[in-house]
Structures are given as structure tokens and as C-alpha cells.
């Protein structure tokens, strides 16, 4: 079973996150932009996600986040 954090969706934007296991010397990463859903009254599911050392951006489920063996909250 995955150990999982508590993360506000409200407050992701600009919050940095550090890879556990780095790809691409891709390991600190920022939240650019949260996702708004098609319809109004819908919460917010995916966010931007973009890595400081290539730029490279890329759309998720902010969830993903909460999983402790994937992401450090902060910039470690």
C-alpha cells in the first residue's frame, strides 16, 4: 500500500515538488497552473506541472502529488 499526503488543491499553485526518482536530470518541479474544469462546480483535477531544469511542462492529476514514494513536497 502507497503512503499518501494531505494537499489542498486550493493552494498548488507555485508549490514546488522534488521527483523521488528523477528522469532527464529533471528533478525540481513547480505547479504553473491548475487545470479549471470544462463545467462550472467541478473541483479541480489535473494541474501543470513544469520542471526547472529543462522547462518542460506537462499536465496531470494533482493527486499524483499525495503519493510519498513519487514526490517530496518543497525542493530537497
Do not use: C
Not at 489535473?46 to 496531470?60: G, H, K
Request: proline share 7%; hydrophobic share 45%.
Amino acid at each position: 500500500m502507497q503512503s499518501l499526503r494531505r494537499v489542498n488543491p486550493k493552494k498548488l499553485l507555485l508549490s514546488k515538488w522534488t521527483a523521488v526518482k528523477p528522469q532527464n536530470k529533471e528533478k525540481h518541479f513547480i505547479v504553473i497552473k491548475l487545470i479549471e474544469p470544462a463545467l462550472p462546480n467541478i473541483k479541480i483535477e489535473q494541474i501543470e506541472l513544469q520542471a526547472v531544469y529543462s522547462n518542460r511542462a506537462f499536465i496531470m492529476p494533482w493527486r499524483d502529488l499525495t503519493e510519498v514514494d513519487q514526490w517530496l513536497q518543497g525542493w530537497k
